[in-house]
């Protein structure tokens, strides 16, 4: 990956600057919550609201990666607190699922590599005992959420599983024991296989017979709908798969990335301003800036793995936090969120919002292109 040039240097190094400063006021004036999103540019608090949610670990991965940067014990404090009141979550079986990864990477692994506490390493381990155990041997795929509601998801397979495969390869690393390493070895496989598409592009959900593990289609999801070009699902798949080479040196998940990658930096508007859906209609003006964010995070993963044209990568990687530091944060301390113009799906209500897995990825960029992000994934 080349050298970053003296003017980019200097905006990453003001960019930390303004994380650190705002993150500061906002964690102190925010003790004791999980924020998901803002309402009037406050913090909600999921914890009370919603605590088996998907995203309660991100508020974790955030306070950890400021407690690296400043050492200011605050963030360490509150990191440990967003842990703790997750074990309601773990407890809690239908609350667990294939995103297991995303909530206790960024609290207990996180915590367990560095102070090597017991209790975290239990809490990691039983994560992790519980995604393995979604593995449907017919199919080679990690099942995807449960049965909330009267939707069958029992050959559910989705694209944003390939973020949570680190707690398997973490689980494999701690314990010596293979099997959550072929695990998440094997969904990585079946979703290169199922999930990607000639042009590079990503289906959000592949459907399989969970008796037989035939393919029987693919959803839409949260995108524009089938055969769509969901913008998140395309940056989890270039992150996913990059961080499936990290774990395992195997070149098939490199070279997936790539693809991916490829596909996206074709797709990503001339303002370098991120739709929901690539596909979606022309004159839509929806837009995602997370899909921005966990992009660029992911570009900037896969260049780092790259010793050679990794230039591109890091080119578009740069454009986009550039393009969301210009036009959609809030530097100013009077809201509690960064980013703005986040969505949650194309057809749900949930646009122009803020997301706290948005911050948590625009933070996690920046401190890597400055060399002091915490690996987390
Ligand atoms: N993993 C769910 C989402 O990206 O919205």
Redesign the pocket.
């Known amino acids: 990956m080349r050298q970053l040039s003296a003017e980019e240097k200097k905006w990453v190094e003001e960019t930390v600057k303004k994380i650190r400063e705002k993150m500061t006021v906002v964690v102190d004036r925010n003790r004791g919550i999980i924020p998901y999103t803002t309402v009037d540019g406050r913090f909600d608090d999921k914890s009370k609201d919603d605590p088996c949610w998907?995203t309660n670990g991100f508020w974790g991965g955030i306070l950890w990666q400021l407690y690296v940067l400043t050492g200011n014990e605050m963030f360490r404090q509150e990191a440990i607190g967003v842990e703790e009141k997750l074990d309601y979550n773990l407890m809690n079986a239908q609350g667990l699922d294939h995103?297991n990864g995303f909530k206790w990477l960024p609290t207990s692994v996180v915590r367990y590599k560095r102070e090597r506490n017991k209790e975290s390493l239990n809490r990691a381990l039983l994560a992790a005992n519980n995604m393995a155990g979604r593995f449907n041997i017919a199919g080679n795929f990690i099942r995807a959420w449960n049965n909330w509601d009267e939707v069958d998801r029992r050959g559910f397979a989705i694209i944003?599983c390939m973020m949570n495969l680190p707690l398997l390869y973490w689980a494999s690393e701690e314990t010596t024991d293979p099997r959550f390493k072929l695990i998440a070895r094997a969904h990585a496989d079946a979703a290169r296989q199922t999930f990607v598409r000639e042009d590079g592009s990503v289906n959000h959900i592949v459907v399989f017979d969970p008796f037989t593990g035939d393919v029987l289609g693919s959803l839409g999801g949260?995108g524009y709908g089938e055969g769509s070009s969901w913008t998140?699902g395309q940056s989890?798949g270039i992150y996913g798969f990059a961080l499936s080479y990290h774990y395992t040196g195997e070149k098939r998940f490199l070279d997936t990335s790539k693809k991916i990658a490829d596909y996206v930096l074709s797709a990503i508007p001339e303002n370098y301003l991120v739709p929901i859906d690539y596909r979606q209609p022309k004159e839509v003006n929806l837009e995602d800036s997370t899909a921005a964010a966990i992009t660029a995070s992911g570009l900037i993963e896969l260049a780092t793995q790259l010793p050679e044209d990794a230039d591109k990568y890091l080119d578009a990687a740069l454009k986009l936090l550039m393009t969301l530091d210009e036009k959609r944060c809030s530097w100013g301390t009077e809201t509690d969120n960064i980013l703005n113009n986040c969505a949650?799906d194309y057809h749900g209500d949930g646009h122009n919002m803020s997301i706290i897995y948005g911050d948590y990825y625009f933070i996690e960029a920046v401190m890597s292109l400055a060399g002091k992000a915490l690996r987390i994934f």
């Open positions: 998907w995103d944003d949260q998140r989890w949650v």
